[in-house]
Structure formats: C-alpha cells, structure tokens
C-alpha cells in the first residue's frame, strides 16, 4: 500500500488512516479481506475538542500494524459501523460518530 509516494506493508492486522488530500495505491493478494472507511470533512473536523485532539493524534499516522487482542477489538468497531451504516436506522449517523 502505498500513500503519498510511501509504502507500508499489507498484513494481518494492519491498519491504514489517510487524511483528506492524500493519494494512496492499494494492491491487494487475491482473498485478501479488509474495511475502507471514509469519513467527509464534517466528521473529520468535529467541534468537540476531545474528539478533535484524538483525531489529530491518530492522523499523523499511516500505518499501524496492530496485536491480534487489539485488532479483534477494533474489527469489532469496525463490524458495528459497518451494520450501523447499512441499516440505517434512526440516527444511525450519530451512533457511529
């Protein structure tokens, strides 16, 4: 995977954040399983300092390669949002932020 002309490595556990603006090539193995997620500016930028200062640590990030505890912790978010965002049931939009 590569972002802004960088490569990181595509394995287990790993996990990719892009900021708005950046390009990024993604080649993946055949079987390979994964979540995109992307957020537009208005998520990206909240008002609420806390989550703006968790945001702004976690984005000077591209890559994390993650323990497998803390990966199943965060698939598990991941498989919430995923479930919220298809069902979309009322204020589904506030349940994943």
Excluded at 18 to 24: A, E, F, S, T
Excluded at 32 to 51: H, M
Aim: charged share 25%.
């Amino acid at each position: 995977h590569s972002i802004d002309f960088t490569n990181y490595p595509v394995d287990d556990y790993s996990v990719f954040f892009m900021r708005p603006g950046q390009v990024h090539q993604l080649t993946l193995q055949q079987g390979s399983e994964g979540y995109l997620i992307q957020f537009n500016r208005e998520f990206y930028a909240p008002k609420e300092e806390t989550v703006n200062f968790v945001l702004r640590k976690v984005s000077n990030k591209n890559y994390c390669s993650l323990s497998v505890e803390n990966f199943r912790k965060f698939s598990s978010q991941l498989s919430f949002i995923f479930e919220e965002y298809t069902q979309k049931k009322d204020r589904y939009k506030e349940a994943i932020k």
